[in-house]
T-cell receptor, first 113, second 114 residues
Framework: EAGVVQSPRYKIIEKKQPVAFWCNPI?????LYWYLQNLGQGPELLIR????????DSQLPKDRFSAERLKGVDSTLKIQPAELGDSAVYLC???????????FGEGSRLTVL | AQTVTQSQPEMSVQEAETVTLSCTYD???????LFWYKQPPSRQMILVIR??????QNATENRFSVNFQKAAKSFSLKISDSQLGDAAMYFC???????????FGQGTELSVKP
């Protein structure tokens, strides 16, 4: 069974440029999460989807961040424009319910210059 | 608001020895879930062990076990017979319900000396 797939793994951009990250969760997992992980810290939730509905986006900086999960499967997280402080790892995870275990992708590491 | 605290930024253990990582949390809920996740360098985070708050028995998974003290809101991870592959960042996490968001601690970086 394929795990959570994220792309790109690494991205370097100039500040004020846009960037997008893509995530494909494990097949059949209805819940999808985007987490932000700063260097040396624990992940923090940005947004959680139940199918195509964003059920928790209270921590998403909506002035520059947006996300979508149009068909309730894969998801895209966008930043426009990027700022220096956005340099971090963006983690995607999915969950099928049941045990509550989250399955994580390898993350997308963003560097903003 | 729920919080998770890991007071040990770094820990070190000799191969084959035992190490305990500490975690405390704060919640007003009576039912919840606690997790330990492992994040190797540049690799994906994986679940090590989970504990349901309503279960009094401490969870165990092979060399990994927890000491869950509900009244003290403490949830420590014990790794027995440490192996070189155990070297990683370990995160303690809390969830109010299945499928809900995980709240993570700051992490403990574990190194294993040969």
């Amino acid at each position: 069974e394929a795990g959570v797939v994220q792309s790109p793994r690494y991205k370097i951009i100039e500040k004020k440029q846009p960037v997008a990250f893509w995530c494909n969760p494990i097949s059949g997992h209805n819940t999808l999460y985007w987490y932000l992980q700063n260097l040396g810290q624990g992940p923090e939730l940005l947004i959680r989807y139940e199918n195509e509905e964003a059920v928790d986006d209270s921590q998403l900086p909506k002035d520059r961040f947006s996300a979508e999960r149009l068909k309730g499967v894969d998801s895209t997280l966008k930043i426009q424009p990027a700022e220096l402080g956005d340099s971090a790892v963006y983690l995607c995870a999915s969950n099928a319910g049941g045990t509550g275990e989250l399955f994580f992708g390898e993350g997308s590491r963003l560097t903003v210059l | 608001a729920q919080t998770v605290t890991q007071s040990q930024p770094e820990m070190s253990v000799q191969e084959a020895e035992t190490v305990t990582l500490s975690c405390t949390y704060d919640t007003s809920e009576s039912d919840y879930y606690l997790f330990w996740y492992k994040q190797p360098p540049s690799r994906q985070m994986i679940l090590v062990i989970r504990q349901e708050a309503y279960k009094q028995q401490n969870a165990t998974e092979n060399r990994f076990s927890v000491n869950f003290q509900k009244a003290a809101k403490s949830f420590s991870l014990k790794i027995s017979d440490s192996q070189l592959g155990d070297a990683a960042m370990y995160f303690c996490a809390y969830s109010r319900n299945q499928g809900g968001k995980l709240i993570f601690g700051q992490g403990t970086e574990l190194s294993v000396k040969p």
